[in-house]
């Protein structure tokens, strides 16, 4: 059975990454996310004004000082934390490892 969600909003915060998936075509990453924290929120509005508070949070704690100014395709960065809007609470990502075809 699927819960609903409608009329909610949710600010969902992950530690995302990039992991190797394999040496094919000279190699390939895929992204992943671990699922950390969900607020829900009322309406849109509100849930902009949540990411974008916990999003400058989060750069000033947690990102910048790990030295990942860039996004995950950087071979600098070790993964970041992040908050998105969804309409649904915060799951781990991907459910399943993809694989080459």
């Keep these: 059975m699927t819960r609903q969600y409608s009329g909610f909003w949710f600010v969902n915060v992950y ?8 040496p094919e075509e000279g ?5 992943t996310g671990r699922f950390l924290k969900s607020r ?3 309406t849109r509005r509100e849930a ?3 990411v974008d508070r916990w999003n ?5 704690v947690y990102n910048n000082p790990r ?9 600098c960065c070790e993964g970041r934390l992040g908050a998105q809007i969804q309409r649904k609470p915060g799951f781990d990502f991907p459910e399943v490892r993809p694989h080459y075809e």
């Excluded at 530690?15 to 394999?22: A, I, L």
């Excluded at 190699?27 to 992204?31: A, K, L």
């Excluded at 400058?56 to 000033?60: F, G």
């Excluded at 030295?67 to 071979?75: H, M, N, P, Q």
């Design 15 to 22: 530690s995302m990454d990039r992991e190797f998936g394999g």
């Design 27 to 31: 190699g390939w990453w895929y992204d």
């Design 40 to 42: 829900p929120c009322r």
């Design 48 to 50: 902009h004004k949540l």
């Design 56 to 60: 400058r949070y989060l750069d000033a």
């Design 67 to 75: 030295g990942c100014r860039a996004d995950l395709s950087s071979v």
